[in-house]
């Protein structure tokens, strides 16, 4: 009987446990997607609020230059070296990742550095292949 009683208890916490380890791969796939969600709100944050409208004060942009434009200071822009980021790595990385070894490489300015390079990913389509959000790969 004590034997029997024991044997349940032990299945009951199995059944608990393997409960509680589906619960944890959910909870791991919504943190995932939130803060993925969180990053682009944040790399939007700087939108116009009605996306097709322009603000009064913000001036028509030029048109791109071909690919091998050099920052103003000479060197390579940020789309020659994230796509020598990309390359190197051989695999698509995130944002974050590519922010950490940019970082390396070029001193990055401004309030938010990474709206500047999630946008010029986001621009260059023929050079950048978005594959997830926030996560790019070279073409």
Known sequence: MITTTFRNAVQSAERQLKQLRHDQVRIERQIQVLESFIESGK????????????????????????????????????????????????????????????????????????????????RNTKRFKRVKPNTFAAV
């Open 43 to 122: 790399a939007l944050a700087g939108a116009p609020a009605r996306p097709g409208r322009r603000q009064a004060s913000v001036r028509p942009r030029r048109p791109a230059k071909r690919a091998g434009r050099r920052s103003r200071k000479g060197g390579p822009s940020i789309a020659d070296q994230v796509e020598q980021i990309l390359k190197t790595a051989k695999k698509p990385l995130h944002l974050k990742e590519i922010m950490s070894q940019l970082a390396t490489v070029r001193k990055l300015r401004g309030k938010a550095p990474a709206l500047s390079v999630a946008g010029t990913l986001n």
